[in-house]
T-cell receptor, first 115, second 117 residues
C-alpha cells in the first residue's frame, strides 16, 4: 500500500527566507508525486508534479520540489518566501498503475510566513 | 489551466433533508471524478471514485445509499447527501482527471461547505 508522510504539522518562516516543506513516501514501484496548496475555505490548487526525468521539478508561484529516490522524499521548496504563501500544503502520491487510482494525500503542513 | 467548479459553495440545511452538490469540469472532459471530504484541520478523505456512465466505487466505510454519486457526463458529477444529519456537516471537495494515464493530474474544485442543523 502507498502512503505519504508530512512530518511537520506547522512550518514558520520569515518573509524573504527560503522555505522547505517536507514529504516522504512509501510505494511499490516508481511513484508519481504531487504538491497541492489549499487556502482557507478553498479547494486544492495544483503546484507541481514529478513523473519521471529531472529530479528537480519547477512549479507554480516559484515553488520547486526535488525528488530523492534514495531518501524516498519529495520536499517542497521556495528560495524566498512571501506572506501570501501562507496556506496548507499537501503532498500526494499515486500508485504507478493505469486506471482510476486516486491520489493518496499526506495530512498536510500549515505554512506560516511572517512579515 | 484546467478548471473545476462546484455548486453551491456553501449550503445550510435542516436535518433529514437531502442536498445535491454539483461538480463540473469547465474546460476539459473528465473521464474520472473523485469526491473527498475534509474535516477541520485534517487531510482529505476519499469518499468515492466515479467514471462517466458507470457506478461509483466507494471507499470502505462510506455509505453508498447515503452519499449518492452520479457521473452523468464527461463534465458533470453530482453528490447527493440524503437524509442529512449534523454529523454530515463537512467540507466536500470534488476532483476531476482527464484521461486515464498514470501522469494525469487531478484538478480540484473549490469545495462545498455543508452545514446540517
Amino acid at each position: 500500500a502507498q502512503s505519504v508522510a508530512q512530518p511537520e504539522d506547522q512550518v514558520n518562516v520569515a518573509e524573504g527566507n527560503p522555505l522547505t516543506v517536507k514529504c516522504t513516501y512509501s510505494v511499490s514501484g516508481n511513484p508519481y508525486l504531487f504538491w497541492y496548496v489549499q487556502y482557507p475555505n478553498r479547494g486544492l490548487q495544483f503546484l507541481l508534479k514529478y513523473i519521471t526525468g529531472d529530479n528537480l521539478v519547477k512549479g507554480s508561484y516559484g515553488f520547486e520540489a526535488e525528488f530523492n529516490k534514495s531518501q524516498t522524499s519529495f520536499h517542497l521548496k521556495k528560495p524566498s518566501a512571501l506572506v501570501s504563501d501562507s496556506a496548507l500544503y499537501f503532498c500526494a502520491v499515486r500508485v504507478p498503475s493505469w486506471g482510476n487510482t486516486p491520489l493518496v494525500f499526506g495530512k498536510g503542513t500549515r505554512l506560516s510566513v511572517i512579515a | 489551466g484546467a478548471v473545476v467548479s462546484q455548486h453551491p459553495s456553501w449550503v445550510i440545511c435542516k436535518s433529514g433533508t437531502s442536498v445535491k452538490i454539483e461538480c463540473r469540469s469547465l474546460d476539459f472532459q473528465a473521464t474520472t471524478m473523485f469526491w473527498y471530504r475534509q474535516f477541520p484541520k485534517q487531510s482529505l478523505m476519499l469518499m468515492a471514485t466515479s467514471n462517466e456512465g458507470s457506478k461509483a466505487t466507494y471507499e470502505q466505510g462510506v455509505e453508498k445509499d447515503k452519499f449518492l454519486i452520479n457521473h452523468a457526463s464527461l463534465t458533470l458529477s453530482t453528490l447527493t447527501v440524503t437524509s442529512a444529519h449534523p454529523e454530515d456537516s463537512s467540507f466536500y471537495i470534488c476532483s476531476a482527471r482527464a484521461g486515464s494515464g498514470r501522469a494525469d493530474t487531478q484538478y480540484f474544485g473549490p469545495g462545498t461547505r455543508l452545514t446540517v442543523l
